[in-house]
Each structure stands twice: as C-alpha cells, then as structure tokens.
C-alpha cells in the first residue's frame, strides 16, 4: 500500500514542472550618461506562430514598468532612454505577459502540440554570489510553465491522501486478557 501511494506521488510530479525556455533576458549594462539597456532574444522555432505579448513589466528595486507590446518573432531592446530605469540595481525582472484578461493562456508549440502555460511568468536577474548589484552580461532564461490537467492535479491529490494515511496509520495492539477498551477500569 505504502509503494501505491508512493508511486502515484512520483508518477504525477514531473507534469507539475513543465516548461518550455522561450529566450534569453539579459542585462546589457549601463553607458558613460548612465543609460542602462536591457535585451530579450527568442528562441525562433519553438512555436508554431510568433508569440504576442501584449505588456511586458520591467522591474528592479526602483518598481516596475510596463513596456509593449511586442511579439517572440523580434528581439526586444529596452534603452537606453526615457520611460526605461537605470542601473546599478540589486536585480533586474523581465516579465512577460501573454493574456492580460486569464491566468492562462494556450498556444501551438511548432510539432503541433498545444501548450497550456500561466498567463505571465517573471524572469529575475540577481547579483552573483558575492555581488550587491547586477553586472553587464547577466542573464536568465525566459521560461512559461505549463499549467498542470486536472487530472495529473487528481493523482497527485491520491498520492498524497494514500501517503499521509500510510504514514500516520499506526496498526493497533491488543492487550492480553483484554476484550474491549472498557474491559479494565
């Protein structure tokens, strides 16, 4: 019973994961006037159509700003110049939104299958170790995840019920001489 449970745990968690790398975010740095620019670049060929996003937020500790629209067939350069903030930052967010009306948001991937992700999902720059601040060539993945089916949400629910019931389930001991709870009073 303890294997059954641990099985249905293991066999729903890697939906739970799924995502796709759609680009790279990167902080290009800042010039002489200290004017910083930033830069999105698309995978090309991993959807079947280009990517629309109406509103992509910028944000660093300064607070965030909202850019667009623009789309996955382009590379996207932020700066430098007016409406775009200036590092040095103690990170740098990169979020791109692709519904701004549900929380999801379904799309083709380029073999034809259809791909159910989170309407937006934020890619943050952070200092590396030993840094305070964000430096000229940092980047990270710009990642949508999928939102798990209902039905791997169900097995995991299973899994995780048969689990705890295995786990606090303790097999119960019989007192010699003793045919009841209320025998010895």
Known sequence: MRRL??????????ALADSITIGTFTYLG?????????QAVF???LTAEPLFFPVVLLGSQFG?????????????????????????CSFVSFEPVLSQSSPTFTFLLANGQPFNA???????????????LVQPGQSVPITLTAVPEPSTALLM????TIFIVIVRWKPRTSTPGASSAFAKR
Not at 5 to 14: E, H, N, V
Not at 30 to 38: D, F, R
């Open 5 to 14: 449970g641990f099985l249905f745990l293991l066999l729903s968690t890697p």
């Open 64 to 88: 965030a700003q909202s850019l667009g629209p623009f789309d996955s067939s382009n590379t996207i350069t932020l700066g430098p110049g007016p409406g775009i903030f200036n590092c040095p």
């Open 118 to 132: 989170l309407s937006a999902s934020t890619s943050t720059i952070l200092p590396l170790t030993g840094e305070t």
């Open 43 to 45: 995978n090309s060929g």
């Open 157 to 160: 629910g299973i899994g995780l």
């Open 30 to 38: 800042t010039n002489a006037q200290g004017l910083s620019t930033y």
